[in-house]
């Protein structure tokens, strides 16, 4: 166990190694409650909504769930998020870590009336069921419809295990899955249900490190390491989440700014099996400086070690040769080769 924003949170049942290949070839169960959700209603809540989100919250159907990023006024991210449309209602499906500063950001922009901003965090359950056989172990549990009929990034209200949730085919993995948000009190209940169902089909629970291993195989940034509020979407190759054309917007000045000659890039990068790059660990081009790792493992999936970072615009193509330091005393260095994300790609995707 380990803090994690404000929570003891697992960080692994076995071995990292064995969740990490559970979830790519059978299914693991992640208790990721520790996320926060803040439900956002009434009349203006979807033009509150557009101001504040730099997607285009105003294309997004009942039923559907999108992905963004909130920013600053000078393009730095407070935080990226999931928003959830039931009709009129959304959920914004945020970090732990960022659970009380994104609060008061949202607070901040409130317009006077007709936006009502609900704190559920602590009265829901996040659990994730990641893999690719999360959907032969879900099926026999849901009692009406079947989860198979939910499209990526969709989302329907349900029972599971004879409880009332929100099932919803998203996840954090890079792998086909399901993410369940329900009462508290019922966490228990749907956690047990899923993991006695999947051990026929060889479900492991998993924790905060497989989490980061498989999430950083699919290229996906993790807030406080890859963004913060010190860099911008667009620099983070997040620029697909960033609607210029929408119509202004919190952060849309400068970004419009940024995205005309951003400096760096972000970029993949893989090194040899036991050259394990870590976060702030520089990058170099002969013998100048020209980036920061952001993120590093072993990558086992593909067989060797990964890094994510940011470089000198000049240096991201891919292809590129570079040097990670991994240590100053003694000296320490490992070749490194830029490469497009995300490192790894589920079968058929």
């Known amino acids: 166990m380990t803090p994690f924003g404000g ?3 697992p960080m692994q049942y076995r071995s ?12 693991g169960l992640f208790d990721v409650s520790h996320m926060g959700e803040v439900v ?6 979807l033009g509150y909504l557009q101001n504040l989100v730099s997607n285009d919250v105003s294309k997004l159907p009942e039923g559907r769930a999108l992905y963004g990023v909130m920013c600053r006024e000078d393009g730095g991210i407070v935080d990226d998020l999931l928003v959830y449309r039931d009709r009129d209602e959304f959920m914004c499906v945020i970090n732990a ?51 198979q009929d939910i499209r990526y990034y969709h989302h329907r209200p349900g029972t599971v295990a004879g409880v009332r949730l929100r099932i919803s085919r998203t996840g954090y993995t890079g792998e086909d899955g399901f993410e369940l948000y329900g009462p508290a009190e019922a966490a228990e209940t749907i956690w047990n249900a899923l993991y006695e169902r999947g051990q026929e089909h060889g479900l492991l629970p998993a924790g905060l490190g497989a989490r980061d291993t498989l999430r950083l195989e699919a290229g996906l940034r993790l807030y406080g390491q890859d963004i913060d509020e010190g860099t911008d979407p667009i620099t983070a190759g997040l620029g697909w989440v960033v609607k210029l054309g929408k119509g202004e917007f919190l952060g849309s000045a400068a970004l419009r700014r940024i995205s005309e000659s951003p400096s760096q890039a972000f970029v993949g990068l893989t090194l040899g099996p036991r050259q394990i790059a870590r976060p702030h660990q520089p990058i170099f081009a002969a013998s100048e400086q020209v980036g920061m790792v952001t993120s590093g493992s072993f990558g086992f ?16 193509a891919p292809g590129t040769a570079l040097r990670v330091r991994l240590r100053q005393e003694p000296d320490q260095w ?11 790609r589920r079968p058929g995707q």
Do not use: N
Not at 16 to 27: D, L, N
Not at 301 to 315: C, E, F, L, N, Q
């Open 7 to 9: 929570y003891m949170m």
């Open 16 to 27: 990292i190694r064995e969740e990490h290949e559970a979830v790519r070839q059978r299914a």
């Open 40 to 45: 956002v209603r009434g009349s203006g809540a």
């Open 97 to 147: 870590a960022r659970h009380d500063a994104d609060l008061a950001w949202m607070r901040r922009h409130l317009p006077p009336a007709g936006v009502e901003l609900l704190d559920r965090s602590l009265e829901t359950f996040l659990i994730a069921l990641q893999g690719p056989r999360a959907l032969q172990i879900l099926e026999p549990l849901v009692a009406e419809g079947s989860p």
């Open 301 to 316: 999936s593909v067989g060797t070690a990964i890094a994510m970072g940011y470089v000198d615009r000049k240096m991201g």
């Open 334 to 344: 490992a070749v490194a080769t830029v490469v497009p994300l995300p490192f790894y």
